[in-house]
């Protein structure tokens, strides 16, 4: 797999002509499982082939269970500069109740090793997380406290970044089941959001830049992979059901592991592509625009996409201007504190469709 993945950023090199990598990311599944040495192999590939700006962000996801220490020190004498680790959370019950492979102390000693040779760590923590029922007492909801436990101890490690996410249950998964069997209440929305106010509230106490829905940043350190997906930049993914975006279209890589390596021995790319509407765009600037700080221009909106486009997000953002879930800054629209966890449900209502 390593070499067709290799193959692929050779195939895909005159995507990027004439632009500049400025960050390169391993992730989705677990990259962290590979072997140093093919991780240096597939960074040089990327330094072989494509210009690349002078201090690149090169991160790798990991769990905390793939850290250990030896790894750590591996993975910092090579190019990787930025790790983002999924801790979930501080709790042995909550790790257990979403199936996580590591628990609160290999969380703790992961992230106490990793500061001592990395500067720029990224974690990820859940919220809303419900409590499994224990000896006969009734299952609840997570409480604030342990939620600004949580919170506490991630701060204590003097990490940079922060991800949060709100528990999402999917079909045919365990938690769904022990839903369904009573064993644990179902997530509630108006828990999440006081878990959300909470988490704000405590981050930016710290001197943390809520720069994004989910993410947290000191200064100089939010995530510039990531913040280049929500500033629209070109990017390309690389491997089995790796999703790529030009500025016009979208492409994507088949799932199939074998379906995938024989396209690649074969010299064919095996994506498929959609190019983008008007319209398309424009809904994926104003989701993506109102999860950032960077918001949404209006004076963008109309040279990019028409006054037909501007004159209609103007009309459908009254009603959230008039009841304080959005607010213009200059001509920049952007969600109040009271409206930022909502920015899903509002950006769907701002969007435009059969122009």
């Not at 895909?12 to 499982?33: L, Q």
């Not at 000693?109 to 000896?135: H, K, M, W």
């Not at 959001?193 to 710290?206: G, K, R, S, Y």
Request: hydrophobic share 35%; aromatic share 10%; with cysteine.
């Amino acid at each position: 797999m390593v070499l067709a993945l290799a193959k692929e950023i050779q195939m895909r090199k005159s995507e990027f002509e004439n632009e500049s990598i400025e960050t390169i990311y391993f992730g989705g599944g677990t990259p962290s499982i590979l072997p140093i040495s093919d991780l240096r192999f597939l960074i040089d590939q990327v330094y072989k082939n494509y210009k690349m700006v002078e201090n690149p962000e090169i991160t790798l996801e990991a769990n905390p269970d793939d850290l250990s220490e030896e790894r750590i020190i591996e993975l910092s004498n090579s190019r990787i500069n930025r790790l983002s680790i999924g801790i979930q959370s501080f709790f042995e019950d909550d790790l257990k109740l979403m199936n996580r492979a590591h628990n609160a102390a290999e969380a703790k000693r992961c992230l106490e090793v990793a500061t001592q040779y990395f500067d720029n760590i990224s974690l990820d923590l859940i919220y809303g997380i419900p409590v499994p029922s224990q000896n006969g007492e009734q299952a609840k909801q997570m409480s604030n406290e342990k939620w600004k436990q949580n919170i506490e101890t991630a701060l204590s490690f003097g990490i940079p970044h922060i991800s949060s996410y709100a528990l999402t249950v999917e079909p045919k998964t365990a938690l769904k089941k022990m839903i369904k069997t009573g064993k644990i209440p179902e997530p509630k929305d108006e828990v999440a959001q006081e878990h959300f106010m909470i988490l704000v509230e405590i981050l930016e106490a710290n001197g943390f830049i809520h720069y994004e829905l989910s993410n947290f940043g000191k200064e100089n350190y939010f995530s510039k992979n990531n913040s280049a997906y929500w500033l629209g930049k070109k990017y390309i993914g690389i491997g089995p059901s790796a999703h790529s975006y030009d500025g016009v279209s979208r492409s994507w890589n088949i799932a199939n592991n074998s379906l995938y390596l024989k396209s690649i021995q074969e010299n064919q790319l095996p994506s498929e592509k959609e190019i983008l509407s008007v319209s398309d765009r424009y809904n994926e600037y104003i989701m993506t625009g109102l999860r950032t700080i960077w918001g949404v221009s209006l004076s963008r909106i109309e040279n990019e996409f028409g006054l037909t486009y501007l004159e209609y997000l103007k009309k459908q953002s009254q009603k959230y201007l008039n009841d304080d879930l959005l607010f213009l800054e200059m001509d920049i629209l952007k969600p109040t504190s009271k409206g930022k966890f909502l920015t899903d449900g509002i950006a769907s209502d701002l969007f435009m469709v059969n122009v």
